[in-house]
Nanobody, 127 residues
Framework: HVQLVESGGGSVQVGGSLRLSCVAS????????MGWFRQIPDKEREGVAG???????SYADSVKGRFTITQDKANDTVYLQINDPTPDDTAMYYC??????????????????????WGQGTQVTVS
């Protein structure tokens, strides 16, 4: 099964930019729907963006126009470009993968509990 490792988090100023990476090993991302989720303490993990193997994408309304999810199948890596962040974007960001879920349904019906494989998370702090 696939293993996921996120990186790229850190502190960023309002209006800046940041790119998160999720590197997969043990399997190819082309077999999975890939998603980015985020979570703050005492809140449910929420879907941010998803990408299907064919490149179809979906976004939460709160990030549309500011976040972009892309994939590099040759290197089994999924990215989340964060532009123009606000303090409300401060959270732990997680990469997730699943073979049965449709990532274009993030964040409506494809919730965190639908995903089988998770990375350890990377913290993003916006100030």
């Amino acid at each position: 099964h696939v293993q996921l490792v996120e990186s790229g988090g850190g502190s960023v100023q309002v209006g800046g930019s940041l790119r998160l990476s999720c590197v997969a090993s043990g399997d190819t991302i082309g077999r999975y729907c890939m998603g980015w989720f985020r979570q703050i303490p005492d809140k449910e993990r929420e879907g941010v963006a998803g990408i299907e193997s064919d490149g179809s994408t979906s976004y939460a309304d709160s990030v549309k126009g500011r976040f972009t999810i892309t994939q590099d199948k040759a290197n089994d890596t999924v990215y989340l470009q964060i532009n123009d962040p606000t303090p409300d974007d401060t959270a732990m960001y997680y990469c997730a993968a699943d073979r049965a879920t449709r990532c274009v349904l993030i964040p409506t019906t494809a919730k965190a509990h639908s995903f089988t494989y998770w990375g350890q998370g990377t913290q993003v702090t916006v100030s």
